[in-house]
Each structure stands twice: as structure tokens, then as C-alpha cells.
């Protein structure tokens, strides 16, 4: 219990901080929320969104898991990115993964760990389909690295290819999706320059047709 008291305790101090600064600062963050990004990111405790990027709470909203995937057959992304498209209106969706990332390292490895092996399956499907690039890396970080890399890419492309987003290019609501990937090293992130904001970069075969409601 004493470690739960420090953070309590912890909760005063940063309470007592926002209020010097502003005393109307929780008044104003209780009326609404009005962000202009998601992200998407990994559960890792060293990897904090909002301090990442600099942004107060009501800026951005959050949503990670183990090593940032996004399936089209979750239906906690697809919630989570649906509330976040359709109601609050986001114009950015921020995919970002990290370098030295447990799950991908695990996704490499061949060893049984329990129910997040079948989770992990999704990372090791983008391994399938980049083996020939990533098994020419021989230092073992820089594999690891490299599939993290591609572990984005691959879920920007998940996060296109939804109904959500393509019924928001379909409505010309601005909205665009990131790959980006943090490095714990030196608290830096990097863009991936995997940045989609039109139906037209999407590959046909994933383009749903919609049709006008009118």
C-alpha cells in the first residue's frame, strides 16, 4: 500500500502544480475534449505519449497496446478509431512504434510465450513478407529495429484500409495517418515518411466503394 500512497501522493503534487499555473486549468479540461490527434502506440511504460510529444491532456488521445498493431478484426482499435474520427473529428493519426520493442523481438524469436503468441502473429506476417530484406541484416538490433519499422507501415496500411477512414476521405473530412518510431536511446522521434491522406494512395484492391447517403 505504501507504493499506492506515493502515488496519490503524486496526484496532489501535479494537481497543485497545474492550478499555480492556471487556476481554471481542470474547469476548462472538464467541458470537453478537443483533440486533433490519435495515437496509436505500444503499452511500453517507457514510452509516454503526451510527454513524447508535448501536449496536455484533452490534446491527443491515446491508445497502445503490445507493440502498437492494429487488426482489422479488433474491435478495440477499431472503436477507439472510430469515436475518434467520427466524433471528435481528429485530422491525425499517429502510428508510432520504438525501437527495442518487446513484442517484435519476441515476434523473431522462436519460443512459446502463451496468449500473446497469437497476438504477436500479426508482427510475424510482416516479418513473412520482408524475410528477404530483413534476413540480409546481420547485426541483430538492426533487424529487430528494421522490423519495427516495418511493424508501422504495415499498421498505417491496417488503419487505411477501414471503412472508418475511407468513409472520412469519402466526406472530404481532412485526415490524415503518420508512421512514425520513437528511439528510447535518445528520446527522439523519427517519421517514417509513410504518410496516407487520400483514397488514392491506398492500393485498389483495399478501396471500399461507398455510396453517397444522400
Partial sequence: MKKLKILFENNEKWVQRKIQQNPEYFKHLAKDQDPSYLWIGCSDSRVPANQIVGLEPGELVVHRNVANIFPHTDFNCL???????NILKVSHIIV???YGCGGVKAAMEDHHLGLVDNWLRNIRDVYARN???????EDQKQRYNRLAELNVM???MNIC????????WFNKQ?????????????GRLRDLKCCFSDIEQVEPIYRVQIRSKD
Fill in 96 to 98: 508510432c512504434g520504438h
Fill in 154 to 156: 504495415q499498421q498505417v
Fill in 161 to 168: 484500409h477501414t471503412t472508418i477512414v475511407q468513409e472520412a
Fill in 79 to 85: 472503436s477507439v478509431l472510430e469515436f475518434a474520427v
Fill in 131 to 137: 524475410k528477404q530484406e530483413l534476413d540480409v541484416i
Fill in 174 to 186: 481532412p485526415l490524415s495517418i503518420h508512421g512514425w518510431i520513437y528511439d528510447l536511446e535518445s
